[in-house]
């Protein structure tokens, strides 16, 4: 079982609509969760970082965590076609010393117009 | 959040030849990372590399074939050696958010590099 689940789609919506990304972990000791937004032939860009549960708001995106479930989503409100991208999460543990940012796949999101 | 930039930002390169990545940070960082993206496919990472010391290199990775240098705190090379079409791939720099508690990273825009 991979430390980070993420489905990797495609995922397909029309614009406008309610985006809901989302990525499963296993490991109770990560404690910092990032998304990040990957155009084509571009480096991943981060848009949210959280490190509590709840919600974080920024804009039209909302990234939500749920620690007891482990369970992260991020959601993208009226959608754009610019919002067509592959949407990484990752995350790591607050331990000491050098801790490894772990990837989900990544989902690749298309807005049509 | 730091500024990174990568050069070149791409090259197609012939078997057995090697290329170094150059990856300049605008602020001074304790840590930078050497990820590999290939296609259709999530991150990597290679090694990750402390200014003054060796850097220490992943599960499947070595030295020899992926030679990095830290001569600073705000540069890094990645020399890709007696490159395959198998090393096709995008390279990326990345560095940790500046700060006491390194909670998240950055990433440069990326090296797209295509062997033939």
């Known amino acids: 079982q991979k430390e980070v689940e993420q489905d990797p789609g495609p995922l397909s919506v029309p614009e406008g609509a309610i985006v809901s990304l989302n990525c499963t972990y296993s490991n109770s000791a990560f404690q910092y969760f990032m998304w990040y937004r990957q155009y084509s032939r571009k480096g991943p860009e981060l848009l949210m970082y959280t490190y509590s549960s709840g919600n974080k708001e920024d804009g039209r995106f909302t990234a939500q965590v749920d620690k007891s479930s482990k369970y992260i989503s991020l959601f993208i409100r009226d959608s754009q076609p610019s919002d067509s991208a592959t949407y990484l999460c990752a995350m790591k543990t607050r331990n000491t010393g050098f801790q490894k940012l772990v990837f989900g796949t990544g989902t690749r999101l298309l807005v049509s117009p | 959040s730091a500024v990174i930039s990568q050069k070149p930002s791409r090259d197609i390169c012939q078997r057995g030849t090697s290329l170094t990545i150059q990856c300049q940070v605008d602020s001074q960082v304790t840590m930078m990372f050497w990820y590999r993206q290939q296609p259709g496919q999530s991150l990597t990472l290679i090694a990750t590399?402390?200014?003054?010391?060796?850097?220490?290199?992943e599960s499947g990775f070595v030295i020899d074939k992926f030679p990095i240098s830290r001569p600073n705190l705000t540069f890094s090379t990645l020399t890709v050696s007696n490159m395959s079409p198998e090393d096709s791939s995008i390279y990326l720099c990345?560095?940790?958010?500046?700060?006491?508690?390194?909670?998240?990273?950055?990433f440069g825009p990326g090296t797209r590099l295509l062997v033939l």
């Open positions: 590399a402390n200014q003054g010391s060796e850097a220490t290199y």
């Open positions: 990345s560095v940790d958010s500046p700060g006491t508690i390194q909670e998240t990273q950055y």
